[in-house]
């Protein structure tokens, strides 16, 4: 089974940025996709940004070419850096790990976006 932690969030004014941290542990040898998803009050969980143990990543449309999602492998820490922040990306973020027994989640971090 795979534990996961999220840090990072916080306050930040519209145009700014953040870097969200996800930390693994338990099997975490088995994972082979990362995910980072986002649920903002009233409305469905979203994928945010995937990668893989491969190296390959998937943004949501919304997200291209403002929100990078990166690996440290010797940390076991996945990352989104999260630039040109809008008040729409206010929401609560969440790490998504799959893993060939299931899928785990953390347990979130808010992110708001607001002057």
């Known amino acids: 089974q795979v534990q996961l932690v999220e840090s990072g969030g916080g306050l930040v004014q519209p145009g700014g940025s953040l870097r969200l941290s996800c930390t693994a542990s338990?099997?975490?040898?088995?994972?082979?996709?990362i995910g980072w998803y986002r649920q903002a009050p009233g409305k469905q969980r979203e994928l945010v940004a995937q990668i893989t143990s491969g190296g390959s990543t998937n943004y949501a449309d919304s997200m291209k070419g403002r929100f990078t999602i990166s690996r440290d492998n010797a940390k076991n820490t996945w990352f989104l850096q999260m630039n040109s922040l809008k008040p729409e990306d206010t929401a609560v973020y969440y790490c998504?790990?799959?893993?060939?027994?299931?899928?785990?989640w953390g347990q979130g971090t808010q992110v708001t976006v607001s002057s």
């Open positions: 338990g099997s975490i040898v088995s994972i082979y996709v």
């Open positions: 998504n790990a799959k893993d060939f027994a299931g899928t785990s």
